[in-house]
């Protein structure tokens, strides 16, 4: 747990997040373990144990290898970092097929971890899934846009609404899933002003990525935006730190220092 004060006091809810819409710009970052989640404690209003956490961490290619144990694993891990953010839980690739073994995988996440939402990627076509997780009392936010869990299946990754025809679905998506019980849409990967629309045609928070300013928050995954992920830096990503960079220059003075016996000196010494 942080043990510095962040801006944020109060523990973030649903309906904290609910009554930020269209007041106050939400931010939200990944986390996978317990001492990033600690630094992001009382920072940001929302974590997000992504499945990107197979890619940034394990050194996948996509994100369609991590399974719940991982992600259950993780999340735990998160939840005992960080006592203010909402938690999402990314429901990984293959945990949701059916509305029956979303529910089952859902409940367990609830159960085993403090998460307070779950996010699955799909359009209408995941309706009747975020509906039966709703009327269970599970609280979904929707991925839609570009949804990396397609990359195979689509053969890359490609910017969405960019016809007429595409963002006119893409707001029809919106409109259904808000309608089928979901709590926040993820929007990712999408020309801004279709996300602009869609922010404004809804009753829900929407969370972008790569989808302009008109959201109503913004998530980065933390290695990127720290840049400790050096693989490649998409457009949308936005460095506010070169950490990369700090940690070879750390490590090159330590290893330095070891060389010459600098250290330990008598202060590091007993
Ligand atoms: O897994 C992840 O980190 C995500 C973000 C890219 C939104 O889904």
Redesign the pocket.
């Known amino acids: 747990m942080s043990m510095q004060k962040g801006p944020i006091e109060k523990k973030v809810t649903v309906r904290t997040l609910r009554r930020m819409k269209g007041v106050e710009p939400i931010t939200m970052v990944?986390a996978y373990d317990a001492l990033f989640a600690g630094l992001f404690d009382g920072e940001v209003e929302m974590i997000?144990v992504?499945?990107?956490?197979v890619m940034s961490f394990y050194g996948a290619e996509d994100?369609l290898g991590a399974t719940m144990e991982q992600m259950l694993y993780h999340t735990r891990a998160v939840c005992r970092g960080a006592r203010l953010p909402l938690i999402v839980f990314?429901m990984p690739f293959g945990s949701y097929m059916s509305e029956e073994q979303a529910l089952q995988n859902a409940t367990k996440v609830y159960r085993e971890t403090c998460a307070q939402m779950v996010?699955i990627e799909g359009g209408r076509e995941k309706a009747g899934i975020v509906r039966r997780l709703s009327e269970n009392g599970i609280a979904v936010m929707s991925?839609i846009g570009l949804k990396?869990q397609s990359v195979r299946a689509e053969g890359g990754y490609r910017i969405q609404g960019r016809t007429t025809e595409e963002a006119l679905e893409l707001m029809e998506d919106a409109r259904i899933l808000q309608e089928a019980g979901a709590t926040a849409l993820?929007l990712?990967g999408m020309q801004a002003d279709v996300a602009a629309k869609i922010t404004k045609a809804v009753a829900i928070p929407t969370i972008g990525?790569g989808a302009g300013n008109g959201t109503d928050g913004q998530?980065l995954?933390w290695s990127d935006m720290f840049g400790f992920f050096e693989a490649f830096k998409p457009k949308f990503v936005k460095r506010y730190l070169e950490g990369a960079a700090l940690i070879r220059e750390g490590l090159r003075q330590y290893r330095d220092e070891v060389k010459s016996r600098a250290f330990p000196d008598e202060e590091h010494s007993y």
């Open positions: 990944t997000l992504g499945d990107s956490l994100t990314d996010k991925h990396p993820l990712e990525i998530v995954v």
